[in-house]
Nanobody, 114 residues
Framework: QVRLVESGGGLVQAGGSLRLSCVASGSIFSINAMGWYRQAAGKQRELVAIISSGGTTNYADSVKGRFTISRDSAKNTVYLQMNSLKPEDTAVYYC????????WGQGTQVTVSS
C-alpha cells in the first residue's frame, strides 16, 4: 500500500510564491514517476508537472517558466515550487505517483487572489 501526503497549499496574492511538498510512504519502487495535477472548480483534473526517477521533467505549457518540480528520492518526496502565481492557478493540487498503477494524494488547496 502507498500513501501520499501533500502539504504547503494556502492563500497567496497574485505574483507570490508557494512551495508544495508530497511525501510518499509504503511500498515505493526505485523506478517510478511522481507529479502534480490540479483541478479547478468545474474543470477537469489536469497535469501540472511530472518528474521521473531519472530526473526527466515535463510541464504544462501554462506553468512553464513559473513552476519547478523536483524530487528527493531518498526521502520519497516531490516538490513543486510555484512562482509568479496567477489567479488562474487557483485549484486543488494533487500529488501523483505512478509505479505499475497510479496513486493519488488527498489534495491541497491553492488559492491565488488578484
Amino acid at each position: 500500500q502507498v500513501r501520499l501526503v501533500e502539504s504547503g497549499g494556502g492563500l497567496v496574492q497574485a505574483g507570490g510564491s508557494l512551495r508544495l511538498s508530497c511525501v510518499a510512504s509504503g511500498s515505493i519502487f526505485s523506478i517510478n514517476a511522481m507529479g502534480w495535477y490540479r483541478q479547478a472548480a468545474g474543470k477537469q483534473r489536469e497535469l501540472v508537472a511530472i518528474i521521473s526517477s531519472g530526473g526527466t521533467t515535463n510541464y504544462a505549457d501554462s506553468v512553464k517558466g513559473r513552476f519547478t518540480i523536483s524530487r528527493d528520492s531518498a526521502k520519497n518526496t516531490v516538490y513543486l515550487q510555484m512562482n509568479s502565481l496567477k489567479p488562474e492557478d487557483t485549484a486543488v493540487y494533487y500529488c501523483n505517483l505512478f509505479q505499475r498503477i497510479t496513486y493519488w494524494g488527498q489534495g491541497t488547496q491553492v488559492t491565488v487572489s488578484s
